[in-house]
């Protein structure tokens, strides 16, 4: 006899960094922009095999030119399930003029929200709000990023990059409020944003030490989910998961994107072509 606990209560699909472009590849990063039509189109015809809530895209949909957008994000439309994204730092790879049309032209009302499903509240951010490119030129968060950038590197962080960035304090405090809110509602948490926190690595959004600390301290967040860093990393800290997915723009042939399975002690990661599979066990 089978029972309802042999079957995983929340089941889906994850893709990374598929940085598409018309363009030729760059061979010595092994980005191959222009394969990824076919990798997605790969991808989704898994996920439609599959009894999926949702499937999300961890960002840089594109690699540059709002153009791009006209030949991905119809290949997103033979998914069957529903579909949610957010934005990395190439989405904003865009002429000045269009930097306020990348928003809604992905579909996204707002660039950081929440969703839930089956007892878990998903937290999507907007790694990108306080950077040197996806602000409008003039906006006071591109002063505030220039600022940080400069105090990283003046300690000579490893994250002190120029394609990295962070969400505002504005932003951060909304983030809080949605982890005690589902504490308060007995719903578990996984956090997404495009920039990797944990493990240290050069892709780290610039604010890593705080979102760790918030997330560690709450015992409803199990995983932190990213993209950003195409060679992928993984750590555990305090029982909360930080999984940074593998970049699909890699390599010429191969692919790699998951899907995650929700049950009452653990998440199984199925990875596909490069991406890893893993049991993530979460905090009772």
């Given amino acids: ?11 889906f699909g994850i893709v990374a960094d598929p940085q598409y472009a018309a363009r030729a590849p760059d061979v010595g990063m092994n980005r191959h922009y222009a394969k990824s039509l076919a990798k997605l189109a790969e991808a989704i015809e898994v996920f439609n095999r599959e009894d999926l809530s949702f499937v999300i895209t961890l960002g840089d949909i594109i690699d540059h030119d709002f153009e791009s957008f006209d030949d991905i994000l119809p290949v997103f439309d033979s998914l069957r399930h529903e579909n949610f994204s957010l934005l990395g730092n190439h ?3 865009v002429t000045a003029d269009r930097l306020a049309d990348v928003v809604p032209r992905v579909g996204l009302a707002s660039p950081y929200y929440s969703f ?3 007892g878990w509240r998903f937290i999507v951010l907007n790694g990108n709000e306080v950077s040197t490119f996806a602000p409008p030129e003039g906006h006071p968060y ?9 105090e990283l590197r003046a300690a000579d962080a490893i994250n002190a990059q120029e394609w990295n960035a962070m969400p505002s304090d504005e ?11 589902a504490g308060a509602t007995g719903e578990r948490v996984i956090v997404m944003n495009h920039y990797p926190v944990y493990p240290p690595n050069e892709h780290d ?21 990213s993209g950003h860093n195409h060679a992928g990393n993984f750590g555990t800290l ?4 930080f999984l940074n997915f593998k970049g699909m723009v890699d390599t010429e ?6 899907i995650v399975e929700i049950w009452a002690d653990r998440m199984q990661v199925r990875g596909f072509g490069r991406e890893d599979s893993r049991t993530l066990k979460l905090r009772r």
């Fill in 142 to 150: 591109r002063d505030i990023a220039a600022r940080r950038l400069a």
């Fill in 91 to 93: 989405d904003f790879s």
């Fill in 1 to 11: 006899m089978t029972s309802f606990s042999d079957f995983p209560s929340l089941r």
């Fill in 116 to 118: 839930a499903r089956q």
């Fill in 205 to 225: 959004s610039w604010d890593r030490e705080r979102i760790i600390t918030l997330l560690t301290a709450h015992d409803n967040v199990a995983a932190y989910f």
């Fill in 253 to 258: 042939t191969e692919n790699t994107f998951a």
């Fill in 238 to 241: 305090d029982g909360c998961h």
């Fill in 171 to 181: 932003q951060f405090a909304w983030l809080s409020d949605q982890i005690k809110d």
